[in-house]
């Protein structure tokens, strides 16, 4: 059974950084196929939204709200995602979703997905 499991989020002021990170179990990250992981995020009352998207070869897209914030990358390995948060702001504030097996910022594409991981900004 396929599983993603987050970690690193939590309270930070605005300005501040955070780490989230997202093992994956039972599905391999490094295979180069059609297939993208990416990192989205839900905050209250909106609409889930993707972050960074990343291809089985490393390539990675942002979101134009956090390119330069903002560092996506996997670790084939360890087979774990990660995404470094710098420069927070308040807007950030959501739950972060580790996500693989899909297609670009198609979110119903996706075939697996993690609990979440709540990051809050405060200002």
């Known amino acids: 059974q396929v599983q993603l499991v987050e970690s690193g989020g939590g309270s930070v002021q605005a300005g501040g950084s955070l780490r989230l990170s997202c093992t994956v179990s039972?599905?391999?990250?490094?295979?180069?196929?059609?297939?993208?992981v990416g990192w989205f995020r839900q905050a209250p009352g909106k609409e889930r939204e993707g972050v960074a998207v990343i291809y089985g070869d490393g390539s990675t897209i942002y979101a134009d709200s956090v390119k330069g914030r903002f560092t996506a990358s996997k670790d084939n390995s360890k087979n774990t995602l990660y995404l470094q948060m710098n420069s927070l702001q308040v807007e950030d504030t959501a739950m972060y979703y580790c996500a693989a097996k899909g297609f670009g910022w198609t979110i119903s594409s996706y075939n697996y997905w993690g609990q979440g991981t709540q990051v809050t900004v405060s200002s």
């Open positions: 039972e599905y391999s990250i490094s295979t180069i196929d059609a297939y993208w």
